[in-house]
């Protein structure tokens, strides 16, 4: 079952069936809405719907951080630069096809558990209403990105926050296929950073679920991404010998 769990998955095969580069990115990236996109708003609207809150993880910090309107850019940059971030990182191989299909299936594996959490242990992200406050005195640019997140993201999937840990797999694997390019490695992680900072200017996260996504992060990282891409390299060490 693990070994099952650690290789590519059948889902993939029309992906990896797919000549063009962009063909098979486009594949993937479909695969990966069409699962993880019903299943963050489905929990997202349910948990606004039933307006339950277990505990209230706000600590002095949260409040001293100031709201921030322009860094909403930063924030957003999770669906106009990480999601996107393959198209500009993945070598045209077939070992990096399959390396792109792990980091969808951590992706996916990383919103499951995320969702599962926010309906075991909802939590209100209140903080958001500093930012509410301030709508009016925004620039319209940052006022139409706000009401535009607002209308799609109800501030109940808090911990741990999904924005950092997506971003983070992402920024991970664009670092690992930008080997040798030091100035991209270290701009697309900075961004990752600034990103996850974001978060909490932005007042739609608490420092909870920074911490609790990091944590979360790296559990992924630990426990099905690195097993399974030492498989993968077993799997091509064999076949370059056969």
């Known amino acids: 079952m693990r070994d099952k769990f650690l290789d590519i998955w059948p889902i993939w095969d029309f992906a990896l069936s797919r000549e063009s580069r962009i063909g098979f990115l486009f594949s993937m990236a479909v695969v990966d809405v ?3 996109g019903p299943m963050y708003l489905i929990t997202n609207h349910l948990m606004a719907w039933r307006g339950t809150t277990i505990f209230d993880p706000t600590i002095s910090l949260d409040l ?16 106009y630069f990480f999601y996107p971030l393959p198209l500009i990182s993945t070598p045209n191989d077939q070992r990096s096809r399959c390396e792109a299909l792990i980091l969808s299936q951590g992706l996916l594996v990383t919103m ?25 005195s925004m620039h319209p640019v940052f006022r139409s990105m706000f009401e ?10 808090s911990w741990p926050s999904l924005h950092v840990s997506s971003a983070g797999i992402f920024t991970f694997f664009a670092i690992r296929w930008w080997k040798g390019k030091p100035i991209r490695q270290w701009a697309v992680g900075i961004w ?10 932005t007042k739609q996260h608490f420092i909870l679920d920074l911490v609790t996504a990091l944590m979360l992060l ?5 426990w099905q991404v690195q097993p399974s891409l030492d498989k993968l390299d077993a799997r091509f060490t064999n076949e370059s010998t056969s």
């Open 34 to 36: 069409f699962i993880g």
């Open 64 to 79: 001293a951080i100031p709201f921030m309107a322009w860094t909403v850019v930063i924030y957003q940059s999770l669906f």
């Open 112 to 136: 499951l558990i995320s969702n599962i959490w926010f309906v075991i242990c909802p939590a209100e992200v209140h903080l958001r209403s500093q930012a509410v406050e301030n709508i009016d």
């Open 148 to 157: 535009g997140l607002w209308f799609m993201d109800s501030p109940y999937n």
């Open 192 to 201: 990752w950073v600034l990103m996850s900072l974001s978060i909490l200017t």
């Open 218 to 222: 790296g559990a992924i990282w630990k």
